[in-house]
Each structure stands twice: as C-alpha cells, then as structure tokens.
T-cell receptor, first 118, second 114 residues
Framework: GAVVSQHPSWVICKSGTSVKIECRSL??????MFWYRQFPKQSLMLMAT?????????EQGVEKDKFLINHASLTLSTLTVTSAHPEDSSFYIC??????????????FGQGTRLTVV | GENVEQHPSTLSVQEGDSAVIKCTYS??????FPWYKQELGKRPQLIID?????GEKKDQRIAVTLNKTAKHFSLHITETQPEDSAVYFC?????????????FGKGTHLIIQP
C-alpha cells in the first residue's frame, strides 16, 4: 500500500513554545490529508482536513489559530502546535488517501507523533 | 455530524474462540466502514473494510457485516490467536473521493486468553 511518513516520531517541548509536525506522502500525491489527535487510551479524533493550496477545514472545537496547518505541496502537510501547553500533550497522527487507487477509500496513516509538553 | 458507537469497550475471549465487535453509526450518507487494529503507541492498521453496497466481506479469519438499514456493522474474528490481542477501532466515512475524514468508535480492547 501507499506510504505516509510522519516526523518527528516523538517530541518534548517546553510550555509556551511551538512545535511543527510534518506529514509526507512518499509514493503518491495527496490533495487532501487529515490530522487526528489521540489521547491515552482514547480514540482518534479528527482535528482538521488539510487541503493542498487552500485553507484547512477544522472540526468543531478545534482552534485554528492554535493548530496551524499548511499544505503547500501535494506530498507535504504540516501541523504546528502553537504556544503549546501540557494539555496539548497527545499522539498526533496524519493520514491520506491515494487518489490513484481504486475507489480511493483506504486511508494510510503516518506513524504518529508523541508530543509531550512540559 | 457522524457519530459512531462501539461495543464492547473490553472483550476477553479464550484462544481459538470467536470475537465479535459491534458498531452503529448515525449518518445515513456514510458509505465506507473500515476496521483498524492498533497496538500501543503505533499507527492504526487497516484489517478489513466494507462499502455500503456490500453486506458482507471476508478475509481469512476476519469478516465484516453491514446492515445499512439498521446502520450497524460488526467485526467477526474466528479462531482467535494471541497476536490478535490489541485495540480495535471501527470507523465510518463518506468516501467522497477521499475528501472526508474518518469518524472513529471509542475502541475495543480485545484480550485473547491462552
């Protein structure tokens, strides 16, 4: 299947600083990527839909000024957690669908980024 | 928006027995229903999926059934093995050419007792 790579795998940052997470589609082009957040022992929650060349679409309750998304190319989306606080500590995972596959339904996930804010 | 309910939250079965996990969804426009297996600290892995024009799909020991009228779908694992122990998530989406994200259930922790 298609490969989605996420970087970094884990990051520790100080409260008040910003952290950037990258999501790359390695062998296909993705006009749309998705960002999820997963707290310990909980489910994945869709945060936002990242659209290449246009503004991201945020889910209800997700602060767009805090979670900045940039999708400047067909293979890269970035999520920047601005002014991070301990409550932002979570597992962040991106996904993308390969438009070249039949039916275009399977979502391929990055390996996730464990963010710890201290 | 879509709401996906998943039951049970924990399921313990003897090795070799079958396991069934059930999900319901609320959005009648959803037409794609994947199941994921997630091990601690790792990315979700797709184990099987079904589209709304199909009532059942099977892949070796794993099967999924879909009742579109009742808006529920189920995962069936037969002849369970220790390596099946993990957290399983159901999800729903309007496939829409890949434009829609997934709404996940809360997950089921499957424990296979030796």
């Amino acid at each position: 299947g298609a490969v989605v790579s996420q970087h970094p795998s884990w990051v520790i940052c100080k409260s008040g600083t910003s952290v950037k997470i990258e999501c790359r589609s390695l062998d296909f082009q993705a006009t749309t990527m998705f960002w999820y957040r997963q707290f310990p022992k909980q489910s994945l929650m869709l945060m936002a839909t990242s659209n290449e060349g246009s503004k991201a679409t945020y889910e209800q309750g997700v602060e767009k000024d805090k979670f900045l998304i940039n999708h400047a190319s067909l293979t890269l989306s970035t999520l920047t957690v601005t002014s991070a606080h301990p409550e932002d500590s979570s597992f962040y995972i991106c996904s993308a669908r390969d438009p070249g596959t039949a039916l275009n339904t399977e979502a391929f996930f990055g390996q996730g980024t464990r963010l710890t804010v201290v | 928006g879509e709401n996906v309910e998943q039951h049970p939250s924990t399921l313990s079965v003897q090795e070799g027995d079958s396991a069934v996990i059930k999900c319901t969804y609320s959005d009648s426009a959803s037409n794609y229903f994947p199941w994921y297996k997630q091990e601690l600290g790792k990315r979700p892995q797709l184990i099987i999926d079904i589209r709304s024009n199909v009532g059942e799909k099977k892949d070796q020991r794993i099967a999924v059934t879909l009742n579109k009228t009742a808006k529920h779908f189920s995962l069936h694992i037969t002849e369970t093995q220790p390596e099946d122990s993990a957290v399983y998530f159901c999800a729903a989406s309007r496939s829409g050419g890949g434009a829609d994200g997934l709404t996940f259930g809360k997950g089921t922790h499957l424990i296979i007792q030796p």
